[in-house]
């Protein structure tokens, strides 16, 4: 008899111990939820009001472009506003939604072409003059930060007809970066590695529907 009651406690506890778990789960995701639901009402409040403008050098700030991103992958997406120039060149700044508010979370960055995101290593990348050179960022703590660049430069050209590139990498450790001279076939693999993968991130004008649409 005492026996049977003791198997029959621990089924009890066993089952209520996962029922304990399932709330929490449910408590954890419905709380994520309405955060998420919060930041996208925060977001497009922020881009209706124009309050991005005071973020950009720019005064004459004609096409604003936006996306959203969870470019750290916690659930909770970051808002890109991107100010776009002639011939393809975009300014841009990442925000993030933290204790109720849209606050700054990078500096202003100027590039060729839209951003890349590489879904695989959270990277978020960047060409500032054209492909051969790319700056790798992630996206940690609260802020976007330079973690490498990648370049490759034509020196000139031989009297044999060849040309002489320089290659390296600057590897950053907050402000501080860390040069090493590398290979054409390490330059190829760490392009690989960065960019095979990452995708062009598609922006979209700041209108109302596109706001609606993006940020529901």
């Not at 111990?17 to 709380?31: D, G, M, N, R, W």
């Not at 500096?107 to 990348?125: F, T, V």
């Not at 090493?180 to 004008?205: D, R, V």
Request: charged share 25%; with cysteine.
């Amino acid at each position: 008899m005492l026996k049977a009651m003791y198997t029959s406690n621990k089924v009890f506890m066993g089952l209520l111990i996962i029922l304990l778990v399932l709330v929490s789960v449910i408590v954890v995701i419905t709380a994520t939820s309405n955060e998420v639901t919060r930041a996208k009402c925060a977001y497009n409040n922020f881009l209706k009001n124009n309050k991005y403008e005071e973020y950009f050098t720019f005064i004459d700030i004609k096409d604003i472009n936006f996306c959203v991103l969870d470019l750290d992958q916690d659930g909770l997406e970051e808002l890109i506003v991107a100010n776009v120039d002639f011939d393809g060149w975009i300014t841009f700044v990442v925000f993030q939604y933290i204790g109720g508010k849209v606050n700054i979370a990078s500096d202003e960055i100027y590039c060729l072409g839209s951003p890349r995101y590489n879904n695989s290593n959270k990277e978020l990348i960047y060409m500032p003059f054209r492909e051969e050179n790319f700056y790798v960022n992630k996206f940690e703590n609260g802020e976007l930060k330079l973690i490498s660049r990648f370049y490759s430069y034509r020196l000139y050209t031989d009297l044999s007809g060849n040309n002489i590139y320089e290659r390296g990498l600057i590897r950053f450790t907050g402000n501080e970066g860390k040069h090493t001279y590398i290979t054409e076939e390490e330059y190829n693999s760490y392009y690989n590695k960065h960019l095979h993968e990452a995708i062009s991130i598609e922006i979209f004008k700041n209108t109302k529907q596109n706001r609606k649409l993006y940020l529901k």
